[in-house]
């Protein structure tokens, strides 16, 4: 049972019988109570999805889509409306080696992003490697230079948290032509959608900005949906681009990186990011002083004591 639990609300499995075990959880029985002592560990990099300063999208997904993107060393990754930083902070924990830039269309929500940086502590020893700026994503020459960005990422808006100027299909038109201004031929974009209406005006929008290409064109090559909320399916696109006389292969219904199995899209991401989490190590002294402070006391039921009374009556009454 506890196995169970660690592994549902934390992505912990079971290593091979006969290694080492990383945890060892001491049982011990007192009176009518059952005390569980577990080593006191914590994470080499405690920033893995909780603590930041200003929340935005899920940790997972943003892992999912920043994986999608096969990002090698010092190839530049740009998120033309980067909001709260979310999608470019989980690629600074997992490809440092990564120069980053971001940008975004509100002051407000770049002082989020930095505020977000600043907790995750990359702008002292990487500020040279991120830049954040103030810039209009569907503004012709609004971006980077032409070809100097090796890999994109984006959750653009759909008329829901953020509302959008004008029509919503001539917003992903605008976005996408910007996008492969900057992009160069061989890399990769990743964007995040709502499945249904949203869905169909980007790949209409897609599809209307590659009208005029002769020879390349930026085709989506895996589609992944999923439950975004409760409410809302999300879907991951990868696009690139391939020779308009290859034959128009079906995009894949998972991301490329992944493996299908009974579990949802989010539960496989979960586990594998957790797969690639750092191993454990013991907690200082004064953290184990402050959860020895806080630690509920464990006291005896009451009814134990007449239990006991009642047994020692029938044996020595």
Known sequence: ELQKHLQERFGWRIEDPGRTAHVTVHM????????????LLKQRRPILGAGWPFRGMGHVEAWAMAKSLDIQ????????????GTL???????????????????????????ANFHFLGRDAGHAARLTLELADAVAPGGLAKAGAVDKVLLAPPWNKQFAV???????FRQMFREIFRVLKPTGRLV???????????????????QSGSEQMIWKVTARQRFALTPRVSGVILLIQQIKRQDPLLRAQRHLPWDV?????????????????????????????????????RLRPHPLSFRRWGARLWQIFG
């Open 28 to 39: 011990q029985m007192l009176w009518n109570c059952l005390l569980l002592e577990v080593a």
């Open 73 to 84: 060393p010092g190839e530049v990754v740009l998120d033309p409306m980067c909001g709260r």
């Open 88 to 114: 470019l902070t989980e690629v600074a924990l997992w490809w440092p080696h990564a120069p980053l830039i971001g940008y975004d269309i509100d002051p407000a929500q770049l002082e989020k992003s930095r």
């Open 165 to 171: 100027d004008g029509d919503l299909e001539e917003f």
């Open 191 to 209: 964007l995040l959608g709502a499945r249904g209406q949203v869905e169909k005006k980007m790949l209409a929008a897609l599809q209307l900005e």
């Open 260 to 296: 299908v199995s009974p579990l949802s899209p989010v539960q496989r991401w979960r586990l594998a990011r957790a797969a690639h989490f750092p191993r454990l190590v013991p907690a200082t002294a004064g953290d184990a002083e402050t959860v020895e402070a806080s630690r509920p």
